[in-house]
DNA sequence: CTACATTAAATTGGATACAGAAAAGTGAAT
DNA sequence: ATTCACTTTTCTGTATCCAATTTAATGTAG
Protein backbone atom coordinates (compact mmCIF):
# COMPACT_ATOMS: atom_id res chain seq x y z
CA UNK A 1 0.00 0.00 0.00
CA UNK A 2 1.36 3.50 -0.77
CA UNK A 3 -0.64 4.86 2.64
CA UNK A 4 2.45 4.17 4.26
CA UNK A 5 4.57 6.21 2.08
CA UNK A 6 1.50 8.81 2.45
CA UNK A 7 2.59 12.15 3.63
CA UNK A 8 0.23 13.70 7.16
CA UNK A 9 -1.37 16.42 5.79
CA UNK A 10 -2.04 15.17 2.30
CA UNK A 11 -4.86 12.42 2.72
CA UNK A 12 -7.61 15.09 1.35
CA UNK A 13 -6.01 15.38 -1.91
CA UNK A 14 -5.22 12.24 -2.57
CA UNK A 15 -9.08 11.43 -1.99
CA UNK A 16 -9.85 14.20 -3.90
CA UNK A 17 -7.78 13.18 -7.00
CA UNK A 18 -9.29 9.57 -6.54
CA UNK A 19 -12.83 10.91 -6.70
CA UNK A 20 -12.07 13.00 -9.29
CA UNK A 21 -10.86 10.48 -11.41
CA UNK A 22 -13.96 8.35 -10.74
CA UNK A 23 -16.76 11.28 -11.45
CA UNK A 24 -14.70 12.49 -14.90
CA UNK A 25 -13.75 9.01 -16.00
CA UNK A 26 -17.43 8.32 -15.46
CA UNK A 27 -16.90 5.32 -12.99
CA UNK A 28 -19.31 7.24 -10.39
CA UNK A 29 -22.70 8.25 -12.36
CA UNK A 30 -24.37 11.81 -12.12
CA UNK A 31 -26.18 11.69 -9.11
CA UNK A 32 -24.91 8.79 -6.91
CA UNK A 33 -24.66 9.17 -3.78
CA UNK A 34 -21.48 9.59 -2.22
CA UNK A 35 -21.81 8.28 1.31
CA UNK A 36 -18.51 9.69 3.73
CA UNK A 37 -18.09 6.20 5.60
CA UNK A 38 -17.88 4.00 2.50
CA UNK A 39 -15.53 6.27 1.09
CA UNK A 40 -13.55 6.54 4.01
CA UNK A 41 -13.55 2.59 4.35
CA UNK A 42 -11.84 2.42 0.62
CA UNK A 43 -9.80 4.49 1.62
CA UNK A 44 -8.70 3.60 4.87
CA UNK A 45 -8.70 6.84 6.64
CA UNK A 46 -11.67 8.34 8.56
CA UNK A 47 -14.74 10.09 7.27
CA UNK A 48 -12.67 13.70 8.24
CA UNK A 49 -9.75 14.03 5.58
CA UNK A 50 -13.19 12.81 3.26
CA UNK A 51 -15.12 15.92 3.97
CA UNK A 52 -12.43 17.80 3.21
CA UNK A 53 -12.39 15.87 -0.30
CA UNK A 54 -15.66 16.59 -0.68
CA UNK A 55 -15.33 20.39 -0.21
CA UNK A 56 -12.73 20.11 -2.67
CA UNK A 57 -14.75 18.72 -5.20
CA UNK A 58 -17.85 20.82 -4.59
CA UNK A 59 -15.79 23.91 -5.27
CA UNK A 60 -14.63 22.35 -8.34
CA UNK A 61 -18.32 21.57 -9.44
CA UNK A 62 -18.20 18.06 -9.77
CA UNK A 63 -20.06 17.36 -6.22
CA UNK A 64 -23.59 19.00 -5.04
CA UNK A 65 -23.69 18.94 -1.10
CA UNK A 66 -26.60 19.39 0.70
CA UNK A 67 -26.83 20.43 4.17
CA UNK A 68 -27.59 17.35 6.06
CA UNK A 69 -28.28 15.48 3.14
CA UNK A 70 -25.06 14.48 2.14
CA UNK A 71 -23.49 14.88 -1.50
CA UNK A 72 -23.95 13.28 -4.64
CA UNK A 73 -22.22 13.56 -8.19
CA UNK A 74 -22.88 16.69 -9.58
CA UNK A 75 -26.12 15.97 -12.00
CA UNK A 76 -25.71 16.68 -15.57
CA UNK A 77 -27.51 19.38 -16.86
CA UNK A 78 -28.23 20.76 -20.81
CA UNK A 79 -28.22 24.92 -19.34
CA UNK A 80 -24.97 23.73 -17.15
CA UNK A 81 -23.86 21.88 -19.99
CA UNK A 82 -24.00 25.03 -22.49
CA UNK A 83 -22.67 27.48 -19.78
CA UNK A 84 -19.40 25.92 -19.37
CA UNK A 85 -18.75 26.03 -23.04
CA UNK A 86 -19.10 29.69 -23.04
CA UNK A 87 -16.75 30.01 -20.46
CA UNK A 88 -14.34 27.92 -22.10
CA UNK A 89 -14.51 30.05 -25.17
CA UNK A 90 -13.78 32.79 -23.12
CA UNK A 91 -11.17 31.33 -20.64
CA UNK A 92 -9.19 29.00 -23.66
CA UNK A 93 -9.33 32.43 -25.96
CA UNK A 94 -7.29 34.84 -24.07
CA UNK A 95 -5.32 31.72 -22.64
CA UNK A 96 -4.03 31.07 -26.18
CA UNK A 97 -3.99 35.00 -27.07
CA UNK A 98 -1.15 34.87 -24.02
CA UNK A 99 0.37 32.02 -25.29
CA UNK A 100 0.90 32.07 -29.00
CA UNK A 101 4.03 35.12 -28.75
CA UNK A 102 5.24 32.91 -26.29
CA UNK A 103 4.90 29.14 -27.77
CA UNK A 104 8.32 27.41 -28.71
CA UNK A 105 8.86 25.20 -31.69
CA UNK A 106 9.14 22.61 -28.64
CA UNK A 107 5.42 22.90 -27.37
CA UNK A 108 4.03 22.83 -30.54
CA UNK A 109 5.54 19.52 -31.13
CA UNK A 110 4.70 18.23 -27.54
CA UNK A 111 1.26 19.22 -28.63
CA UNK A 112 1.19 17.78 -31.96
CA UNK A 113 2.69 14.28 -30.20
CA UNK A 114 -0.48 14.27 -28.13
CA UNK A 115 -2.62 14.97 -31.07
CA UNK A 116 -1.56 11.94 -32.67
CA UNK A 117 -1.64 9.97 -29.91
CA UNK A 118 -5.14 11.10 -29.49
CA UNK A 119 -5.73 9.97 -32.92
CA UNK A 120 -5.28 6.05 -32.37
CA UNK A 121 -6.63 6.38 -28.51
CA UNK A 122 -9.26 4.53 -27.21
CA UNK A 123 -12.52 6.46 -26.26
CA UNK A 124 -11.65 5.90 -22.55
CA UNK A 125 -8.40 8.00 -23.11
CA UNK A 126 -9.88 10.56 -25.57
CA UNK A 127 -10.78 13.29 -22.90
CA UNK A 128 -7.47 13.09 -20.98
CA UNK A 129 -5.68 13.66 -24.37
CA UNK A 130 -8.18 15.91 -25.65
CA UNK A 131 -7.30 17.75 -22.47
CA UNK A 132 -3.69 17.90 -21.87
CA UNK A 133 -3.42 18.66 -26.01
CA UNK A 134 -5.47 22.00 -25.00
CA UNK A 135 -3.20 22.70 -21.91
CA UNK A 136 -0.25 21.91 -23.65
CA UNK A 137 -0.70 24.76 -25.91
CA UNK A 138 -2.16 26.70 -22.99
CA UNK A 139 0.70 26.31 -20.54
CA UNK A 140 3.37 29.44 -22.05
CA UNK A 141 0.83 31.82 -20.92
CA UNK A 142 2.02 31.38 -17.24
CA UNK A 143 -1.07 32.56 -15.91
CA UNK A 144 -1.23 29.77 -12.89
CA UNK A 145 -4.92 31.07 -12.20
CA UNK A 146 -6.39 31.16 -15.80
CA UNK A 147 -5.33 28.25 -16.15
CA UNK A 148 -6.66 26.09 -13.04
CA UNK A 149 -9.93 27.61 -14.17
CA UNK A 150 -9.84 25.97 -17.53
CA UNK A 151 -8.55 22.70 -16.33
CA UNK A 152 -11.46 23.00 -14.06
CA UNK A 153 -13.69 23.41 -17.04
CA UNK A 154 -12.25 21.09 -19.22
CA UNK A 155 -12.80 18.09 -16.39
CA UNK A 156 -16.51 19.09 -16.41
CA UNK A 157 -16.83 18.93 -19.97
CA UNK A 158 -15.32 15.66 -20.21
CA UNK A 159 -18.53 14.67 -18.27
CA UNK A 160 -20.61 15.72 -20.83
CA UNK A 161 -18.18 14.36 -23.68
CA UNK A 162 -18.21 10.55 -22.47
CA UNK A 163 -22.24 10.60 -22.81
CA UNK A 164 -22.40 11.79 -26.72
CA UNK A 165 -18.68 10.49 -27.93
CA UNK A 166 -19.50 7.21 -28.22
CA UNK A 167 -21.79 7.30 -31.08
CA UNK A 168 -20.76 10.17 -33.24
CA UNK A 169 -17.98 11.32 -35.78
CA UNK A 170 -17.26 14.14 -33.70
CA UNK A 171 -14.08 12.79 -32.83
CA UNK A 172 -12.70 12.89 -36.39
CA UNK A 173 -14.15 16.83 -36.64
CA UNK A 174 -12.37 17.37 -33.88
CA UNK A 175 -8.94 15.69 -34.56
CA UNK A 176 -9.08 18.14 -37.75
CA UNK A 177 -9.58 21.11 -36.05
CA UNK A 178 -6.92 20.57 -34.01
CA UNK A 179 -4.96 19.98 -36.90
CA UNK A 180 -5.76 23.14 -38.24
CA UNK A 181 -5.42 25.13 -34.83
CA UNK A 182 -1.47 23.36 -34.55
CA UNK A 183 -0.91 24.55 -37.91
CA UNK A 184 -2.11 28.01 -37.26
CA UNK A 185 -0.10 28.00 -34.00
CA UNK A 186 3.38 26.90 -36.37
CA UNK A 187 2.38 30.24 -38.45
CA UNK A 188 2.22 32.30 -34.69
CA UNK A 189 -0.75 32.97 -37.02
CA UNK A 190 -2.75 34.41 -33.72
CA UNK A 191 -6.08 35.76 -35.53
CA UNK A 192 -6.41 32.20 -37.00
CA UNK A 193 -5.55 29.85 -34.16
CA UNK A 194 -8.13 32.51 -32.13
CA UNK A 195 -10.73 31.81 -34.76
CA UNK A 196 -10.00 28.17 -35.15
CA UNK A 197 -10.16 27.60 -31.56
CA UNK A 198 -13.60 29.67 -30.83
CA UNK A 199 -15.28 27.49 -33.72
CA UNK A 200 -13.36 24.53 -32.19
CA UNK A 201 -15.12 24.60 -28.98
CA UNK A 202 -18.46 26.43 -30.10
CA UNK A 203 -18.60 23.63 -32.48
CA UNK A 204 -17.99 21.14 -30.12
CA UNK A 205 -20.30 22.84 -27.80
CA UNK A 206 -23.29 22.57 -30.22
CA UNK A 207 -22.81 18.96 -31.49
CA UNK A 208 -22.89 17.84 -28.13
CA UNK A 209 -25.81 19.91 -27.31
CA UNK A 210 -28.07 17.83 -29.61
CA UNK A 211 -27.64 14.33 -28.60
CA UNK A 212 -27.41 15.34 -24.92
CA UNK A 213 -30.67 17.72 -24.48
CA UNK A 214 -32.24 14.54 -25.49
CA UNK A 215 -30.40 12.09 -22.95
CA UNK A 216 -30.51 14.42 -19.57
CA UNK A 217 -33.09 16.93 -18.20
CA UNK B 1 -26.85 36.43 19.32
CA UNK B 2 -28.03 34.98 16.17
CA UNK B 3 -26.14 31.97 17.05
CA UNK B 4 -29.32 30.12 18.19
CA UNK B 5 -31.04 30.77 14.90
CA UNK B 6 -28.34 29.08 12.94
CA UNK B 7 -29.29 25.75 11.17
CA UNK B 8 -27.09 23.02 11.77
CA UNK B 9 -24.80 22.58 8.50
CA UNK B 10 -24.08 26.46 7.70
CA UNK B 11 -21.64 27.58 10.57
CA UNK B 12 -18.99 26.81 7.77
CA UNK B 13 -20.76 29.06 5.47
CA UNK B 14 -21.47 31.91 8.06
CA UNK B 15 -17.91 31.71 9.23
CA UNK B 16 -16.29 31.77 5.73
CA UNK B 17 -19.01 34.90 4.88
CA UNK B 18 -17.06 36.47 7.71
CA UNK B 19 -13.57 36.16 6.94
CA UNK B 20 -14.28 36.68 3.58
CA UNK B 21 -15.38 40.44 4.94
CA UNK B 22 -12.66 40.94 6.70
CA UNK B 23 -10.41 39.90 3.99
CA UNK B 24 -12.14 41.69 1.36
CA UNK B 25 -12.36 44.80 3.31
CA UNK B 26 -9.19 44.50 4.29
CA UNK B 27 -9.06 43.98 8.45
CA UNK B 28 -6.79 40.81 7.43
CA UNK B 29 -3.62 42.06 6.10
CA UNK B 30 -2.19 40.12 3.13
CA UNK B 31 -0.34 37.70 4.44
CA UNK B 32 -1.44 37.45 8.14
CA UNK B 33 -1.61 33.83 9.77
CA UNK B 34 -5.28 32.80 10.19
CA UNK B 35 -4.52 30.18 13.18
CA UNK B 36 -7.65 28.15 13.48
CA UNK B 37 -8.50 27.92 16.91
CA UNK B 38 -8.80 31.40 17.53
CA UNK B 39 -11.17 32.13 14.39
CA UNK B 40 -12.88 29.05 16.23
CA UNK B 41 -13.45 30.93 19.48
CA UNK B 42 -14.53 34.08 17.90
CA UNK B 43 -16.95 32.77 16.09
CA UNK B 44 -18.52 30.16 18.85
CA UNK B 45 -17.59 27.09 16.99
CA UNK B 46 -14.95 24.33 17.35
CA UNK B 47 -12.56 24.39 14.69
CA UNK B 48 -13.99 21.49 12.45
CA UNK B 49 -16.18 24.03 10.58
CA UNK B 50 -13.27 26.38 10.97
CA UNK B 51 -11.39 24.22 8.66
CA UNK B 52 -13.87 23.64 5.97
CA UNK B 53 -14.27 27.58 6.00
CA UNK B 54 -10.74 27.78 5.38
CA UNK B 55 -11.29 25.06 2.81
CA UNK B 56 -13.89 27.16 0.71
CA UNK B 57 -11.72 30.11 0.96
CA UNK B 58 -8.71 28.88 -0.56
CA UNK B 59 -10.60 27.79 -3.44
CA UNK B 60 -11.80 30.94 -3.74
CA UNK B 61 -8.64 32.54 -4.33
CA UNK B 62 -8.13 34.68 -0.74
CA UNK B 63 -6.96 32.61 1.34
CA UNK B 64 -3.19 29.69 1.58
CA UNK B 65 -3.10 26.94 3.17
CA UNK B 66 0.09 25.09 3.80
CA UNK B 67 0.27 21.49 4.63
CA UNK B 68 1.18 21.74 8.78
CA UNK B 69 1.89 24.99 8.34
CA UNK B 70 -1.76 26.69 8.72
CA UNK B 71 -3.20 28.92 6.39
CA UNK B 72 -2.68 32.58 5.59
CA UNK B 73 -4.28 34.95 4.08
CA UNK B 74 -3.12 35.04 0.82
CA UNK B 75 -0.98 37.33 -0.41
CA UNK B 76 -1.20 40.05 -2.90
CA UNK B 77 1.50 39.77 -6.02
CA UNK B 78 1.42 42.05 -8.80
CA UNK B 79 1.23 39.11 -11.61
CA UNK B 80 -1.71 37.91 -9.89
CA UNK B 81 -3.19 41.41 -10.04
CA UNK B 82 -2.99 41.34 -14.26
CA UNK B 83 -4.07 37.71 -14.10
CA UNK B 84 -7.13 38.58 -12.10
CA UNK B 85 -7.87 41.71 -14.39
CA UNK B 86 -7.69 39.63 -17.73
CA UNK B 87 -9.88 37.00 -16.54
CA UNK B 88 -12.26 39.98 -15.49
CA UNK B 89 -12.27 41.40 -18.38
CA UNK B 90 -12.97 37.28 -20.42
CA UNK B 91 -15.58 36.94 -18.12
CA UNK B 92 -17.45 39.80 -17.60
CA UNK B 93 -17.81 40.34 -21.43
CA UNK B 94 -19.04 37.20 -22.24
CA UNK B 95 -21.95 38.01 -18.83
CA UNK B 96 -22.51 41.48 -20.72
CA UNK B 97 -22.62 40.14 -23.78
CA UNK B 98 -25.56 37.35 -22.37
CA UNK B 99 -27.23 40.03 -20.49
CA UNK B 100 -27.66 42.75 -22.82
CA UNK B 101 -30.26 41.33 -24.85
CA UNK B 102 -32.59 40.21 -21.66
CA UNK B 103 -31.73 43.71 -19.46
CA UNK B 104 -35.42 44.88 -18.45
CA UNK B 105 -35.68 48.81 -17.67
CA UNK B 106 -36.36 48.31 -14.69
CA UNK B 107 -32.68 46.26 -14.05
CA UNK B 108 -30.54 48.96 -15.60
CA UNK B 109 -32.38 51.73 -13.28
CA UNK B 110 -31.18 49.37 -10.47
CA UNK B 111 -28.03 49.71 -11.44
CA UNK B 112 -28.08 53.70 -12.14
CA UNK B 113 -29.42 53.49 -8.56
CA UNK B 114 -26.48 51.76 -7.18
CA UNK B 115 -24.42 54.08 -9.96
CA UNK B 116 -25.96 56.79 -7.85
CA UNK B 117 -24.94 55.33 -4.38
CA UNK B 118 -21.23 54.82 -5.16
CA UNK B 119 -20.65 58.79 -6.26
CA UNK B 120 -21.59 59.49 -2.52
CA UNK B 121 -19.79 56.45 -0.80
CA UNK B 122 -16.84 56.18 1.52
CA UNK B 123 -14.19 54.47 0.36
CA UNK B 124 -14.65 51.88 2.40
CA UNK B 125 -17.86 51.22 0.72
CA UNK B 126 -16.95 51.67 -2.67
CA UNK B 127 -15.51 48.19 -3.32
CA UNK B 128 -18.92 46.51 -2.45
CA UNK B 129 -20.82 49.02 -3.93
CA UNK B 130 -18.71 48.29 -7.51
CA UNK B 131 -19.00 45.18 -7.48
CA UNK B 132 -23.29 45.19 -6.83
CA UNK B 133 -22.78 47.94 -9.69
CA UNK B 134 -21.40 45.58 -11.92
CA UNK B 135 -23.06 42.33 -10.77
CA UNK B 136 -26.48 43.50 -11.36
CA UNK B 137 -25.84 44.22 -14.75
CA UNK B 138 -24.83 40.62 -15.17
CA UNK B 139 -27.31 38.97 -13.75
CA UNK B 140 -29.74 38.34 -16.48
CA UNK B 141 -27.63 36.43 -18.16
CA UNK B 142 -28.86 33.44 -15.87
CA UNK B 143 -25.56 31.61 -16.14
CA UNK B 144 -24.61 30.79 -11.99
CA UNK B 145 -21.76 29.47 -13.23
CA UNK B 146 -20.37 32.38 -15.02
CA UNK B 147 -21.81 34.68 -12.14
CA UNK B 148 -20.04 33.10 -8.97
CA UNK B 149 -17.02 33.13 -11.26
CA UNK B 150 -16.72 36.84 -11.60
CA UNK B 151 -17.59 37.11 -8.01
CA UNK B 152 -14.93 35.46 -6.56
CA UNK B 153 -12.77 37.85 -9.22
CA UNK B 154 -14.06 40.75 -7.97
CA UNK B 155 -13.96 40.08 -4.22
CA UNK B 156 -10.01 39.54 -5.25
CA UNK B 157 -9.85 42.81 -7.36
CA UNK B 158 -11.14 44.48 -4.48
CA UNK B 159 -8.48 43.89 -2.61
CA UNK B 160 -5.66 45.03 -4.49
CA UNK B 161 -8.05 48.44 -5.48
CA UNK B 162 -8.19 49.24 -1.36
CA UNK B 163 -4.38 49.50 -1.82
CA UNK B 164 -4.75 52.11 -4.34
CA UNK B 165 -8.23 53.73 -4.07
CA UNK B 166 -7.26 56.17 -1.32
CA UNK B 167 -4.83 58.71 -3.44
CA UNK B 168 -5.84 58.03 -6.80
CA UNK B 169 -8.42 59.86 -8.68
CA UNK B 170 -9.33 56.76 -10.65
CA UNK B 171 -12.46 56.73 -8.40
CA UNK B 172 -13.93 59.22 -10.73
CA UNK B 173 -12.75 58.60 -13.89
CA UNK B 174 -14.52 54.90 -12.99
CA UNK B 175 -17.95 56.51 -12.38
CA UNK B 176 -17.81 58.29 -16.15
CA UNK B 177 -17.12 54.53 -17.68
CA UNK B 178 -20.05 53.21 -15.28
CA UNK B 179 -22.13 55.98 -16.48
CA UNK B 180 -21.28 55.62 -20.55
CA UNK B 181 -21.97 51.84 -19.67
CA UNK B 182 -25.44 52.87 -18.55
CA UNK B 183 -26.37 54.67 -21.50
CA UNK B 184 -24.90 51.91 -23.64
CA UNK B 185 -27.21 49.74 -22.00
CA UNK B 186 -30.09 51.35 -22.11
CA UNK B 187 -29.85 51.86 -25.79
CA UNK B 188 -29.25 48.18 -26.16
CA UNK B 189 -25.92 48.92 -27.90
CA UNK B 190 -24.27 45.60 -27.27
CA UNK B 191 -20.95 46.66 -29.64
CA UNK B 192 -20.61 49.97 -27.47
CA UNK B 193 -21.60 48.22 -24.48
CA UNK B 194 -19.05 45.67 -24.67
CA UNK B 195 -15.79 48.67 -25.77
CA UNK B 196 -16.69 50.36 -22.83
CA UNK B 197 -16.80 47.73 -20.35
CA UNK B 198 -13.44 45.98 -21.98
CA UNK B 199 -11.61 49.65 -21.76
CA UNK B 200 -12.88 50.09 -18.44
CA UNK B 201 -11.30 46.93 -17.31
CA UNK B 202 -8.25 47.70 -18.72
CA UNK B 203 -8.18 50.99 -17.96
CA UNK B 204 -8.58 50.07 -13.92
CA UNK B 205 -5.73 46.92 -14.54
CA UNK B 206 -3.32 49.61 -15.83
CA UNK B 207 -4.28 52.50 -13.77
CA UNK B 208 -3.65 50.26 -10.27
CA UNK B 209 -0.75 48.49 -11.62
CA UNK B 210 1.52 51.37 -11.40
CA UNK B 211 0.69 52.19 -7.80
CA UNK B 212 0.92 48.23 -7.23
CA UNK B 213 3.93 47.44 -8.41
CA UNK B 214 5.56 49.82 -6.15
CA UNK B 215 3.75 48.66 -2.99
CA UNK B 216 3.90 44.89 -3.45
CA UNK B 217 6.58 42.37 -4.93
C1' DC C 1 -56.33 0.02 1.31
C1' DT C 2 -54.60 4.61 2.04
C1' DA C 3 -53.02 8.47 4.75
C1' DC C 4 -50.96 10.02 8.62
C1' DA C 5 -48.43 9.92 12.93
C1' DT C 6 -44.90 7.79 15.51
C1' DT C 7 -40.74 5.37 16.02
C1' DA C 8 -36.36 3.38 14.56
C1' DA C 9 -32.23 3.36 11.59
C1' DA C 10 -28.91 5.65 8.90
C1' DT C 11 -26.09 9.53 8.11
C1' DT C 12 -24.38 13.92 8.56
C1' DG C 13 -22.36 18.04 11.33
C1' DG C 14 -19.81 19.37 15.16
C1' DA C 15 -17.00 18.67 19.49
C1' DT C 16 -13.46 16.50 21.84
C1' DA C 17 -9.21 13.82 22.05
C1' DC C 18 -4.94 12.44 20.43
C1' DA C 19 -0.77 11.98 17.44
C1' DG C 20 2.56 14.07 14.38
C1' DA C 21 4.84 18.07 12.39
C1' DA C 22 6.67 22.57 12.58
C1' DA C 23 8.36 26.46 15.31
C1' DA C 24 10.28 28.45 19.33
C1' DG C 25 13.18 28.20 22.95
C1' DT C 26 17.37 26.48 25.61
C1' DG C 27 21.88 25.34 26.28
C1' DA C 28 26.44 23.68 25.24
C1' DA C 29 30.47 23.66 22.26
C1' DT C 30 33.39 26.00 19.20
C1' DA D 1 28.99 35.66 19.76
C1' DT D 2 27.36 32.01 16.66
C1' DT D 3 25.97 27.59 15.43
C1' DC D 4 24.22 23.24 16.19
C1' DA D 5 21.69 19.76 18.79
C1' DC D 6 18.05 18.93 21.80
C1' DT D 7 13.88 19.98 24.38
C1' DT D 8 9.53 22.23 24.82
C1' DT D 9 5.69 24.39 23.05
C1' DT D 10 2.32 25.37 19.64
C1' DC D 11 -0.49 24.12 16.08
C1' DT D 12 -2.27 21.29 12.53
C1' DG D 13 -4.32 16.78 10.77
C1' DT D 14 -6.85 12.65 11.85
C1' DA D 15 -9.62 9.63 14.64
C1' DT D 16 -13.29 8.90 17.65
C1' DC D 17 -17.47 10.28 19.91
C1' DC D 18 -21.90 12.52 20.43
C1' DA D 19 -25.93 15.20 18.98
C1' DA D 20 -29.03 16.67 15.49
C1' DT D 21 -31.34 15.80 11.25
C1' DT D 22 -33.12 13.25 7.67
C1' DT D 23 -34.96 8.99 5.77
C1' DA D 24 -37.06 4.47 6.28
C1' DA D 25 -40.14 1.63 8.62
C1' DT D 26 -43.87 0.44 11.39
C1' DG D 27 -48.22 0.82 13.15
C1' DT D 28 -52.74 2.90 13.56
C1' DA D 29 -56.94 5.36 12.35
C1' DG D 30 -60.04 6.52 8.83
Not at 16 to 45: H, M
Not at 131 to 160: Q, V, W
Request: aromatic share 4%; with cysteine.
Amino acid sequence: MDQATEKRGEQAERIAAGLRWEIVSGGLAAGAALRQEKIADSYGTSRMPVRDALRLLEAEGLVQMMPNRGAIVAPLDAGEFQEIYEMRGAAEGLALKLSIPELTNRQIERAGAIHEQAEHASIKEFGALNKAFHMTLYEPCARPRLLAHISGLNDLADRYMRLAALQLDYVRQSHAEHQALLDACRRRDEAAALAILSAHIADAGQALHKLLSAKIA
